[in-house]
């Protein structure tokens, strides 16, 4: 079976900037999110099931490697295709590409399906194999950073979830994490260049509740490491890591 590939040209906008002109790492994750929506909507469904909130994709995990970030108007094109599927999970992988053909930035990601109503994971049945082009016989998952919890914290952000931060779900974006992360990151490393980007997703937020984002980092050999974390109170959110050069 040929898993379906999704294909989509976008051109980077001024409000996708970081101070350097070119596109953000949350603008990178903006391009993935919408082009998995878009294979949703080929697969035929569309914004009408979605809206009803019978089910939905969960993410819980990212894997970013950054070779290149792409340029202000630069076009690129964004690709995501299933690797496989196994009982609730999902695993998927994304490019960017320039106009060259080159791969710019790789992703791989988990995913779970989920009841929205009862907020349960649901197994996925045989169409979404059929529909997606993924082997009903293939269940090897993608293989993904292991993230230690830290121990101690270089910094610490406190704010409260806004409206903004949401998704289509009434939960925190997925992207919203990653920019609390950022605004740990010290004036002296946040010039640099992000090149990976490993965050697990373990719990939910919602509008009004008070997060603390915390980062520790240290120099390696070639490389500066960043451990991140966010909580609500006793509830642990989300862990990450990340690489800057």
């Given at each position: 079976m040929k898993p379906l590939v999704t294909e989509e040209v976008y051109r980077v906008r001024y409000y996708e900037l970081k101070n350097d002109w070119k596109a953000s790492i949350s603008s990178i994750m903006d391009y993935?999110?919408?082009?998995?929506?878009?294979?949703?909507?080929?697969?035929?469904?569309?914004?009408?099931?979605?809206?009803?909130?019978?089910?939905?994709?969960?993410?819980?995990?990212?894997?970013?490697?950054?070779?290149?970030?792409?340029?202000?108007?630069?076009?690129?094109v964004v690709r995501t295709v299933p690797h496989s599927m196994d009982r609730y999970y999902a695993y998927r992988r994304f490019e960017i590409h320039d106009t060259s053909g080159a791969c710019i930035v790789e992703a791989d990601s988990q995913w779970i399906l989920i009841?929205?109503?009862?907020?349960?994971?649901?197994?996925?049945?045989?169409?979404?194999?059929?529909?997606?082009?993924?082997?009903?016989?293939?269940?090897?998952?993608?293989?993904?950073?292991?993230?230690?919890?830290?121990?101690?914290a270089d910094r610490e952000v406190s704010l409260k979830v806004r409206q903004s931060d949401l998704d289509t779900n009434g939960h925190t974006n997925n992207v919203s994490y990653v920019k609390w992360i950022i605004e740990t990151v010290p004036k002296e490393i946040e010039n640099r260049h992000l090149r990976r980007l490993a965050i697990r997703y373990i719990h939910e937020s919602r509008r009004d509740d008070e997060v603390v984002i915390t980062g520790t980092f240290r120099k390696c050999s070639n490389f500066v490491e960043g451990m991140h974390r966010i909580s609500n109170g006793e509830r642990l959110l989300t862990l990450a890591r990340t690489e800057w050069i």
């Amino acid at each position: 079976m040929k898993p379906l590939v999704t294909e989509e040209v976008y051109r980077v906008r001024y409000y996708e900037l970081k101070n350097d002109w070119k596109a953000s790492i949350s603008s990178i994750m903006d391009y993935f999110n919408d082009v998995v929506t878009l294979q949703t909507v080929q697969i035929g469904h569309g914004v009408d099931v979605m809206s009803r909130g019978e089910y939905a994709w969960l993410l819980l995990r990212w894997e970013i490697r950054v070779d290149r970030y792409p340029d202000y108007m630069e076009s690129v094109v964004v690709r995501t295709v299933p690797h496989s599927m196994d009982r609730y999970y999902a695993y998927r992988r994304f490019e960017i590409h320039d106009t060259s053909g080159a791969c710019i930035v790789e992703a791989d990601s988990q995913w779970i399906l989920i009841d929205q109503k009862k907020r349960r994971p649901v197994r996925i049945g045989e169409e979404f194999y059929r529909r997606y082009g993924v082997d009903t016989d293939f269940h090897q998952p993608l293989s993904f950073t292991k993230i230690p919890e830290p121990e101690a914290a270089d910094r610490e952000v406190s704010l409260k979830v806004r409206q903004s931060d949401l998704d289509t779900n009434g939960h925190t974006n997925n992207v919203s994490y990653v920019k609390w992360i950022i605004e740990t990151v010290p004036k002296e490393i946040e010039n640099r260049h992000l090149r990976r980007l490993a965050i697990r997703y373990i719990h939910e937020s919602r509008r009004d509740d008070e997060v603390v984002i915390t980062g520790t980092f240290r120099k390696c050999s070639n490389f500066v490491e960043g451990m991140h974390r966010i909580s609500n109170g006793e509830r642990l959110l989300t862990l990450a890591r990340t690489e800057w050069i």
